[in-house]
């Protein structure tokens, strides 16, 4: 795998772009904390098989759920406290989604990675206010934005102070 000149650090001893895979998984909407540990487990160790770096994915909120019904988690106070036990337990970085600029500083006292919704990847007050934390900041390609596109979110969260960015191809079917 091909090494990076600036390799962006999540913690002591993962870096995206040192060489080694880095998986970001987990459920996508924290739904209980005994779901969050069968699912940490399970996913940690299949990296660990694999020799995959690991950061835990959860979402405390997913705000951008196709139907009004839908579960979308819950809330960003639980979502943090469930996080937080779940980061203790495993001694793992975590990543959530963020959909507010509001939302920024209180999930960055817990996360080390904010990820950036697809639908909200050029939205100025969203990417300032991640950039703002110095937190790590994962940026998902909308699917209306071309790959060169995606260099004004970067830039503007960049321009914002933060150079630690991460940008992810969603994938396309055709």
Do not use: W
């Not at 999540?10 to 970001?24: E, H, S």
């Not at 960055?108 to 639908?119: R, S």
């Not at 933060?162 to 191809?169: D, P, Y």
């Amino acid at each position: 795998m091909k090494k990076f000149e600036n390799p962006v650090k999540i913690a002591d001893n993962i870096a995206v772009g040192q060489g080694k895979p880095v998986l970001f998984a987990g459920p996508c909407a924290v739904e209980s904390y005994d779901i969050c540990i069968e699912i940490g487990n399970t996913v940690r160790d299949a990296a660990a098989r694999y020799g995959f770096d690991y950061v835990f994915k959860a979402s405390f909120d997913k705000a951008n759920r196709t139907s009004l019904s839908s579960f979308r988690g819950p809330g960003i106070e639980k979502g943090l406290e469930m996080l937080a036990k779940v980061k203790e337990k495993f001694e793992l970085p975590l990543l959530t989604d963020i959909h507010e600029a509001e939302q920024a500083a209180k999930a960055a006292e817990v996360v080390d990675v904010l990820q950036i919704p697809a639908f909200l990847c050029r939205q100025t007050d969203l990417l300032v206010a991640a950039a703002k934390t110095g937190k790590v900041i994962k940026i998902i390609k909308a699917q209306f934005l071309s790959g060169q596109d995606m260099f004004y979110p970067e830039k503007k969260v960049n321009d914002s102070g933060n150079a630690q960015i991460i940008l992810t191809e969603r994938g396309n079917i055709y």
